[in-house]
């Protein structure tokens, strides 16, 4: 487990880079917290890190939006207004996976079962203050 605590969103992209440095094709990050928890902002950072020129915006309401990296596929899927695991499947998720792309799942909780049980676990919290986070990461074993 890795436990950070950032003040901005300088300090989240940083985090979010240092991740980006270790994902390989295939895999999963499950993010989840409170909606304005920094998320997206999470996101970006990833894709930045990982050389998407666009602007990365939340998936909230396309549910999947895809960018490409000179390493891979990223693939960031908002589960928030899905109903369940079958939803998840009708949106592309095992195709992504099996296209080597590296999927970012918020709201995993949805995904149920569907979300592998080694997926790199996001977590973004609110504290008392507005402008702190703290984004614990975990994975468990294969």
Not at 118 to 130: F, P
Request: proline share 6%; net charge negative.
């Amino acid at each position: 487990m890795s436990l950070y605590t950032v003040h901005s969103i300088e300090e989240t992209w940083k985090v979010a880079a240092d991740i980006a440095e270790r994902l390989t094709p295939g895999m999963v990050l499950a993010l989840t917290g409170d909606l304005g928890a920094g998320k997206t902002t999470f996101m970006q950072g990833l894709a930045f890190a990982l050389g998407v020129k666009r602007p990365i915006t939340s998936p909230t309401f396309t549910l999947c939006q895809e960018y490409e990296t000179p390493r891979f596929k990223l693939v960031h899927m908002d589960l928030y207004r899905l109903n369940g695991p079958d939803d998840l499947l009708t949106i592309g998720f095992p195709e992504h996976l099996e296209s080597g792309a590296v999927v970012a799942v918020e709201w995993p909780e949805r995904g149920g079962d569907l979300i592998p049980p080694n997926a790199l676990h996001i977590s973004l919290k609110l504290s008392t203050d507005a402008d702190t986070r703290t984004i614990e990461i975990t994975q468990n074993a294969n």
